[in-house]
């Protein structure tokens, strides 16, 4: 389970998201409820919200993550270019994000727990 202020464990059973995912600015359904995968890895995701005239993004490690392992399975997501070995996800309704990573290597993507809201 996780260990973290935020408190997800609520929201994990069976390893599992119990509930919907859902985008925090849109509200837009973007997994349903037994749909992914929790999983503890570190990555570096990118901000959502970047300051003007930066050249490199900044970043912040995120280690508790819904794995979707077939992209089909989403609801609503978008894919952004490719980066290295790596597409960011995005509200494909209202293009915030990312909220988590697509691996080209394994084909799995990532969604962040605390870039979404569960409900």
């Known amino acids: 389970m996780p260990n973290c202020a935020d408190n997800y464990e609520n929201e994990i ?3 599992k998201n119990v509930n919907s995912v859902k985008c ?4 837009s359904k973007i997994l349903n409820p037994t749909s992914a995968e929790f999983t503890n890895s570190e990555f570096e995701l990118p901000l959502i919200a970047q300051k003007e005239g930066v050249d490199t993004p900044e970043t912040e490690t995120i280690s508790l993550f819904w794995v ?4 089909y399975v989403f609801e609503n ?5 490719t980066v290295g070995n790596t597409k960011y996800l995005t ?3 209202c293009e915030a994000g990312p909220i988590g990573y697509y691996d080209l290597t394994t084909k799995k993507s990532y969604v962040a727990l605390t870039r979404v809201l569960h409900v």
Do not use: E
């Open 91 to 93: 509200c494909a309704d």
């Open 77 to 81: 997501v978008g894919f952004s270019k």
């Open 68 to 71: 979707v392992n077939d992209m």
């Open 24 to 27: 925090k600015f849109c509200n």
């Open 13 to 15: 059973a069976n390893g």
